[in-house]
């Protein structure tokens, strides 16, 4: 049975820092990329980043670029994101994904595996 389940999140001030984390369990996800949405309260869930199976390839949302950064430790079967910088508009319980192909996308329809998410909220 796959199982997806985040980590990290939290309460932090505007400005602030925070590393979320994706353990996968249930089988081997290195040959698939992987990525993080989020959804924030009133809206539709958003694409965040997305990494490669080998993770040099990233991908990220012009909302984020330059704050955030997606890695991940395939012997750790884990994934990770890591937020600087945050601001109030952040705010979102945020989900991790495996994607059905090695390569990265933007689009959810892409990835068959979901956690279960882990809010975070950025006060100002």
């Known amino acids: 049975q796959v199982q997806l389940v985040e980590s990290g999140g939290g309460l932090v001030q505007d400005g602030g820092s925070l590393r979320l984390s994706c353990a996968a369990s249930?089988?081997?996800?290195?040959?698939?990329?992987m990525g993080w949405f989020r959804r924030a309260p009133g809206k539709d869930r958003e694409w965040v980043a997305s990494?490669?199976?080998?993770?040099?390839?990233?991908d990220y949302a012009d909302s984020v670029k330059g704050r955030f950064f997606i890695s991940r430790d395939n012997a750790k079967n884990t994934l990770y994101l890591q937020m600087n910088s945050l601001k109030p508009e952040d705010t979102a319980v945020y989900y991790c994904?495996?994607?059905?192909?090695?390569?990265?996308?933007?689009?959810?329809?892409?990835?068959?595996?979901w956690g279960q998410g882990t809010r975070v909220t950025v006060s100002s």
């Open positions: 990494i490669s199976w080998g993770g040099g390839m990233q």
């Open positions: 249930g089988r081997s996800f290195s040959s698939y990329g």
């Open positions: 994904a495996i994607g059905r192909e090695a390569r990265i996308s933007r689009t959810d329809a892409e990835y068959n595996y």
